[in-house]
C-alpha cells in the first residue's frame, strides 16, 4: 500500500507512475485493489492519493520493490511526494 501525503511535483509523479505500474505487475502484483486520488474522508486527514496492490505474500512484494524495473521507476520520482509505502499481511 502506497499513501501519498503530499504530491509535490505532479510531473514527477506522472513520469513515476508510468513505468511504477508494469514494474511491479511484471514483478509479482497479482492485480491493483485501488487506485486513486478519489478518497472519502470518514475519519481524519485524507491522503492525497493511495494505492494497494495485492501480492502473493510479503517476500512477493519486497521482490517487487527491489526489482529493477521498479528502482528503476522508483527514481523518477526523486522526490515528487512525501508518501509512505508498506505491505500489510492479510488473512
Known amino acids: 500500500?502506497?499513501?501519498y501525503n503530499?504530491?509535490?511535483?505532479?510531473?514527477?509523479?506522472?513520469?513515476?507512475?508510468?513505468?511504477a505500474l508494469p514494474a511491479l505487475m511484471s514483478n509479482g502484483a497479482k492485480k491493483t485493489l485501488a487506485r486513486s486520488a478519489n478518497i472519502t474522508q470518514i475519519?481524519?486527514?485524507p491522503p492525497e492519493r493511495a494505492v494497494i496492490l495485492e501480492f502473493e505474500n510479503?517476500?512477493?512484494?519486497k521482490i517487487a520493490y527491489n526489482s529493477e524495473d521498479y528502482?528503476?521507476?522508483?527514481?523518477?520520482l526523486d522526490?515528487?511526494?512525501?508518501?509512505f509505502l508498506?505491505?500489510?499481511?492479510g488473512t
Open 6 to 19: 503530499k504530491i509535490i511535483d505532479k510531473e514527477k509523479l506522472q513520469k513515476y507512475a508510468v513505468d
Open 1 to 3: 500500500m502506497v499513501i
Open 43 to 45: 475519519e481524519g486527514i
Open 58 to 61: 510479503v517476500e512477493a512484494a
Open 79 to 83: 522526490g515528487g511526494a512525501d508518501r
Open 86 to 89: 508498506f505491505v500489510i499481511e
Open 71 to 76: 528502482q528503476l521507476a522508483l527514481r523518477k
